[in-house]
């Protein structure tokens, strides 16, 4: 059992206010004898009445090093007495509260030049930071001060130099505000501004292991998807040699599961071979799109193989089967005492789950030995690929094919050896922005790899959101199930988003309206009608208390930048319904960061993206012909084997013309034509080209829309 639901198993003699979260995280620490409270009013009313400072640990049930500092600081009686003493205790989750999250990771950057989880800030009374970090160790260590030293001496600065923590709080709030102002920002809609993005991925790229920048290396899937997007024009050689090189490095590495598929959260070298072991929902969501379009554009094999290792991987672990819906994380440890220990392999290990001939080319392939990479315990490997198939024949004087099949072998006993150890847990909530993601996702892969079973599960999992957290008055909640939190913008963007991918695959009405109710209320609720652009939380939300600063999330970090995915949405709404104000509102959006962007580099990929749709208008592709044509399948399979950005393949039939399946916009573009005869159209912004039967034809014609809009003729 993992250590954070083994805690609530204990026979205790203390239990604190916890106990009764929603969150998994809160409740891992109802153990603790750490006076906790979460984060609300209570707290800081207690606060000011007991005249204490606030200590405020953030937090998430997938953090190895929040585990760490659990076990080391706040499972201590001695330090859990100075801290209830002292203050008065607040414990988030951000992945349940990521505007605290991210208001407060802003503060403490400002101090430590750094942010991450745990974060750990102290807070005046009124929820203002004036001093915080990282992670602390219990005790003094490497001339650097212990938690218990910290939390004494920030005691007496706050009771005895009042003046001065003060002052520290104001100019730490005046930071975040500042850092959030944006009126320098704003300026005419200039697409030219991609061109600072692609610059800074290309300079960044690491020639050598692929990705961008060096130790700890994270995966960049936005900039990823830009690079392949741009390589239809100028330079497309070279970007494409950088996608590659890049999606080859993060198969091969440890930070891809060898054995059980998906990838973990980073790579703390930039080989990509040690991750950090969680596994998340939105990277994992994101990496599968960038194999999936790493397969149109490169068409290498492996690039499927990936794929469907994702997928099995989330069928087996991170959904809920019966009713649909994609969890939020998988842990990275079973225990405090280990490092990724499920996922890792001594030599010993790995030759006690395969006969010989196995083991000798699992060894050689994933590069196993008696010494392996893990600091924790030096015998434990973590699999990574070392050499080709080809290579690996070589050694073993076997061909290719007959190396595949024996390593093959190799790799379904080692899953089965894995599965009889004692899994990391999984967090089964079901974020509502994370679960759009990755029904997003699913379609593409439904429609890529033709997988029916992917469709009818993202659509199950939609459905299920619809009926369990769409509000028609709020818009999106951020979760599905338990007490009901107020959705943020990435919620209503992302599953908005969603919603046309599903309406695109099933031509249901019911998701095209569902998508334009919800960014109507996004408009409303979370939109600024003066500076453009759309602020994380609703202008009518509860106050959040502390650091309430309005904030317009932007940056790719690591979730795709919401108000870039607000503009994306926006304009293919546009597109569909002919609504001008639609693109009217995309357009201010943009404008609202444009001269941001350069500061921004590669983590304004997603900005880049919608800046570059903007410009071209979305691409749809009209396949038309009756229910069964095999030409209008052929077409259809053909538009969806290239990866053109924000492109819409549209199947209509005799039947979906004639119903109200199709939006004005739609029906307007269609030129006068028999639907029952098998043709495709490629059409942006109501101009279409003449109709192709051919598929390759239409491929063609698909890459050549690169930069602007198609001439119709």
Known sequence: ???????????????????????????????????????????????????????????????????????????????????????????????????????????????????????????????????????????????????????????????????????????????????????????????????????????????????????????????????????????????????????????????????????????????????????????????????????????????????????????????????????????ADQTLDDDGDYFTWTQAELRAALPPDEASAAERYYDVAARGEMHHNPQKNVLWISKTIEGLGRELTMSEDQAALLLARAKGNLLRARRARRPPAVDTTLYVGWNAMFVSAYLEAANVLDRADCRAFALKTLDRILDQAWDESKGFLHRVGGPALEGSLDDQVFAAAALLDAYEATFERRYLDTAERAIRRAVERFGDPEGGGFFDRANDARPMGGIDVRRKPLQDSPTPGANAVAAIVLDRLEALTGEAFYRAWAERTLEAFVGLIPQYGLFASTYALAALLHARRPLEIIVTGRSGDPTAAALEKAAHSVYRFGRSVLRVTPERQKGSCLPAALAETLPPMNTAEARAFVCIAGSCRPPVSDPQELRLLLREAATGALSAS
């Open 1 to 331: 059992m993992h250590h954070a639901v083994a805690r609530e198993k204990v026979a205790q003699t203390i239990e604190n206010r916890l106990k009764d979260s929603t969150s998994p995280y809160l409740r891992s620490a109802a153990h603790q004898p750490v006076d906790w409270h979460e984060w609300g009013q209570e707290a800081f009313d207690r606060a000011r009445t007991e005249g204490k400072p606030i200590l405020l640990d953030i937090g998430a049930v997938w953090c190895h090093w929040c585990h760490v500092i659990d076990r080391e600081s706040y499972e201590n009686p001695e330090i859990a007495a100075l801290i209830n003493r002292l203050y008065i205790a607040v414990k988030v989750d951000r992945d349940e509260r990521p505007d605290v999250d991210a208001r407060y990771q802003s503060a403490i950057g400002a101090i430590s030049g750094q942010g991450g989880w745990p974060l750990t800030a102290f807070l005046t009374p009124d929820g203002k930071p004036f001093f915080g970090g990282t992670y602390f160790p219990p005790e003094d260590a490497m001339g650097r001060p212990g938690f218990k030293r910290i939390l004494a001496a920030v005691s007496d600065a706050f009771q005895n130099r009042r003046t001065e923590v003060d002052d520290s709080a104001r100019g730490l709030e005046r930071a975040v505000a500042k850092a959030e102002l944006r009126q320098e920002a704003r300026g005419t809609f200039d697409a030219r501004v991609v061109d600072s993005v692609i610059e800074a991925a290309v300079s960044q790229f690491d020639r050598t292991h692929g990705g961008f920048g060096h130790a700890p290396k994270f995966p960049h899937s936005a900039t990823i998807d830009l690079l392949l997007e741009r390589s239809y024009g100028p330079d497309g050689s070279k970007l494409q040699a950088i996608v590659e090189r890049t999606l080859e490095g993060m198969a091969a590495g440890g930070f891809h599961d060898q054995i059980g598929g998906g990838f973990h959260r980073y790579a703390v070298d930039e080989r990509w071979t040690v991750p950090h072991f969680e596994k998340m929902s939105y990277d994992n969501s994101e990496l599968l799109k960038n194999y999936l379009h790493g397969l149109q554009v490169l068409g290498r094999r492996e690039y499927r193989l990936v794929a469907e290792g994702i997928l099995d991987w989330v069928g087996e672990v991170l959904s809920d089967p019966d009713d649909g819906g994609f969890y939020g994380s998988q842990d």
